[in-house]
């Protein structure tokens, strides 16, 4: 991977980490860049990625963007991993205590 390329990847993830912080109210482009110290042209690259893959949306008469249910069901699927690696260990202590 190219040093643009790995710089570019860890912006946009910069990028929607701050977004995720606007999931109820959206925010600018100018927001997005003061929140991750970068310059608007770098956030308008990282949001089209980011619209690209599903994980953020743009509301087109407002202007703001938005984390898309694509993304935010990924936190859903981490917790739902927990929850079944939990489940198997108290299965497994109570085959082997009874409780």
Known sequence: MSQDTRNLTLRTLDVLEALCGYAATGATNGELAEAVKTSAPNITRAMAQLI????????????RFFPRPDFTRLAFRVMAD???????YDDMRRSMTGQ
């Open 82 to 88: 927990f929850d079944r690696i939990t489940r198997r």
């Open 52 to 63: 690209e893959k599903g994980w953020a949306r743009k509301d087109e008469q407002t202007g």
